[in-house]
């Protein structure tokens, strides 16, 4: 899964660098040269042969349209215009481009927008690297050397579910207060958040997170990292990290429809994240099947494909079928096509079938 399930299918890895002056151009022009996968974006009003660009005639309309296609967008012009032009475009902070504004003189570069997931913050630095800037980063995690949760959630690629609380455990932290943090699959092993700060620190996918829950107080800030759902407090933040497999068999020309329904009520049934789904599996006699083929791209997700004898060597396996033996060869399709595909996690959900659909779920070791 991607970090977000925002509308950003169409957003590219580039750059784009916006100037409307001449002297504009002329650092615009230094930072496109200097940096990889940028589109340099002048005014057609400007007067400048010796410098190639993607040419504007009304920056606003440009902007509209471009806005959400780029991951970043660096303005050399006054901070003014950049706020009122990007004012009715912004979304959220887990949808927003990282935006930069640097004067045209180059004495400071200002990160202006989206900071840590978009990457502002970063780019502003490097912009000054580049030009002899002064960065001005104003995010107060980052000001108190406190780690900003979700730039973590963003660097171990885990899906932020309510964006909302970062700003509790931001305050937290700030203020010095301990958090409550439940992680079982140890993605905050490493990162510099001591254990001093936690009031829990849950290292065990044995823990039931809703017995945990019940001894912590409501308006207690924390961080919960599992793909279990649980009636959490409103100030925890939930952070969905990839852990999870469906493997998936079906009839010959079962539709979308059919097993994407399936696969829901199966995961509501067992209280599992679908922003924690890292892939779907299926035996390879199903490369050609329309309804699979379409719900990986319908979720975003890879489809791992395996044969006849990787299945057959799989050995835990709970819900074997003479049928499916019968006629495919192999004792089990989702099952162990979900145990392979998690490199050899546990079985979480054995076989379940509804109409033309089987399902299984494993989850992929992470400590």
Known sequence: MQQDSINNQNRSERLAVWAITPNGAKLAAKIAKSLPDVDLRLSSSLECPDISSIPFKRLGDDLARNFNKYRGHIFIMSTGIVVRLIAPLIRTKTEDPA???ADESGYHAISLLSGHIGGANSLAEKIALLTGAVPVITTATDLNRVPAADLIAKEKNLFIENPGAIKWVSSALLSGRKIYLHDPFGFMKNVFLAKSNFLNHTGSDKI??????????????????????????FRM??????TIVAGIGCNRNTSL????SFLYDILR????????LKSLATIDLKMDEPGLLALGKTLDLQIKFFGKDELNQVQDIK???LMVEKHMGVKSVCEAAAILASKKGKL???KESAGNVT???ARIPFT
């Not at 039931?208 to 407090?233: H, Q």
């Not at 933040?237 to 990839?242: A, D, G, I, K, S």
């Not at 429809?257 to 994407?260: H, N, Q, R, S, T």
């Not at 049934?269 to 924690?276: G, M, T």
């Open 208 to 233: 039931d997170p809703a017995e945990l829950i019940k001894k912590v107080n409501k308006d207690t800030a924390g961080i919960f990292i599992d793909d279990i759902i649980a009636d959490l407090p």
């Open 319 to 321: 819900r074997p079928s």
């Open 348 to 350: 979480i959900v054995p």
């Open 269 to 276: 049934k067992y209280r599992l994240s679908e922003k924690s």
């Open 257 to 260: 429809v059919e097993i994407k």
């Open 237 to 242: 933040l939930v952070l969905r990290p990839p």
């Open 359 to 361: 399902i299984a779920i």
């Open 99 to 101: 935006v930069v504004v």
